[in-house]
């Protein structure tokens, strides 16, 4: 099997088919990531096809065998920065997306139990900064070391480890307070 | 898209406390949209036919890219309002009318003083805020993001500079400075301020930009009005160039602040990556 590296390499000197496999290799990864960084997972399919035009225009700058996965991702980490920062986010409300219910799912009560669970932590996330939540897909999500991480977005290991902790430690307090008040939601439905 | 799939990787937990596992692993477990094969076939085409239109145009887009520039700076300028260059005039008016005494030579030193303030505290205020259908702009233009962002700061030093070139023609009239003594005294620290307050706004922050651009002139400046009429150096900064050192350090400011611009303006594709903005 050949390397993200060698692939890339092919790629730069005409061979299409290598673009193919990096970009099977990479987009679903990506979509996952940038899912979980934006909050957003219609803005996130744009960002990753970016990401992508992004690595094809800046194809002449990569010098091999420099790792292709954390370059890539660095590209998606400014992307993202750039989009936050923009004018257009800092209006844009993120909003928790409602997942379509599938024939699999076992029944609406446990269905609706677990979509409320992934509300109440999509609303907890937007509470935490971007660079908190990259550091947090990129740990979690992409299961990334502390020093790929750092790599990936050019801050010391120390300071992944700070955002990590910082991170989820605010993550757990939102959903700590988020559950109570769904517990005291449904205390109050039961005296009703 | 699959958007209800659950992922579910493993937890680098080994570092971290009990109570932080949990919610590691509920951030873990949540459900991220997967692309479909024929999303990830889209795509690829989409790529490779990116890719030809790419290596078709890279020749003509290295040299093009520039032509952009005049366009976006009409749009940004457009964007920030009128109040952001009225704002402009007033605070080099305020500053001039706030002086205790008027003196001619006051004027000049409020003026040299004046007039790259104006400059950096805009470009920084401009570069912070956003503007009613900017991410339009900045959508709707093939150039990137860096581009954009000098484009407004060239667009507002051309701004500052014919406020400077009306003041400068109005002392020249009624005989208070030389004209190309004044216009070189404001136009090398406008053009350096400028030159150093650009590169900081975009790979670093605003706030710093106005602290490292804005700042130390200011207080240059006010130190300059206290001792007026003192033999103090920092008047130096702030007086009209006289003798054969003064005007070549000035033209000298004045070439090198335009070599760093022009490095700026046409490297942008380049390091615009590295932007934090």
């Known amino acids: 099997m050949f390397t993200d590296e060698d692939l890339f390499r092919a790629w730069q000197h005409g061979d299409a088919g290598a673009l193919e496999t990096l970009v099977q290799r990479y987009h679903a990864p990506l979509l996952a990531h940038l899912s979980r960084v934006l909050t957003d997972t219609h803005l996130a399919e744009d960002l990753v096809q970016e990401t992508f035009i992004r690595l094809i225009r800046d194809a002449q700058s990569y010098c091999y065998p420099r790792p292709f996965h954390p370059w890539l991702y660095a590209i998606a980490h400014h992307l993202a920065c750039n989009y936050h920062t923009s004018a257009y986010a800092r209006r844009v409300e993120l909003r928790a997306e409602i997942p379509a219910m599938q024939a699999r799912e076992p029944d609406p009560a446990e269905w609706f139990e677990r979509w409320e669970s992934h509300h109440n932590l999509r609303k907890a996330l937007t509470h935490l900064s971007i660079e908190q939540r990259e550091v947090l897909s990129l740990r979690f999500g992409q299961d990334l070391s502390i020093q790929e991480t750092a790599a990936i977005l050019s801050i010391p290991p120390g300071t992944v480890k700070s955002r990590t902790f910082t991170a989820l430690r605010l993550l757990r307090s939102s959903l700590e307070e988020y559950a109570s008040d769904t517990e005291s939601r449904q205390g109050g439905k039961h005296h009703g | 898209m699959d958007n209800s799939s659950f992922d579910q990787p493993p937890i680098q937990s080994d570092e971290l406390p009990l109570d932080l596992q949990a919610a590691a692993r509920s951030y873990a477990n949540q459900p991220v949209p997967r692309p479909s094969s024929a999303d990830t076939a889209h795509l690829i085409q989409y790529l490779l036919a990116e890719a030809a239109f790419q290596a078709q145009d890279t020749r003509y887009e290295e040299n093009d890219h520039l032509w952009h520039i005049p366009v976006l700076a009409r749009w940004r300028v457009y964007l920030l309002g009128p109040w952001f260059w009225i704002a402009g005039v007033l605070l080099l008016l305020a500053g001039i009318l706030l002086a205790r005494s008027i003196t001619v030579s006051d004027l000049i030193t409020l003026l040299i003083l004046l007039l790259p303030l104006t400059a950096v505290l805009g470009l920084t205020h401009a570069l912070r805020t956003p503007s009613a259908g900017l991410r339009a702009v900045e959508a709707s233009c093939p150039v990137n993001f860096a581009q954009t962002s000098i484009s407004l700061g060239l667009a507002i ?119 934090t903005l």
């Open chain 2, 157 to 275: 030093l051309a701004f500052a500079g014919l406020l400077g070139l009306v003041a400068t023609l109005g002392f020249t009239l009624a005989n208070f400075a030389p004209f190309w003594n004044l216009l070189l005294a404001w136009l090398a620290p406008l053009l350096l301020l400028t030159a150093i307050s650009l590169p900081i706004a975009l790979l670093r922050n605003v706030r710093l930009a106005a602290l490292v651009g804005g700042l130390p002139w200011l207080l240059l400046g006010l130190l300059a009005l206290a001792e007026q009429n003192g033999p103090g150096i920092v008047r130096l900064f702030f007086s009209l160039p006289q003798d054969t050192l003064s005007l070549s350090s000035h033209l000298a400011t004045i070439l090198l602040s335009l070599l760093l611009l022009i490095a700026l303006f046409t490297s942008a594709p380049k390091w615009q990556r590295f932007c």
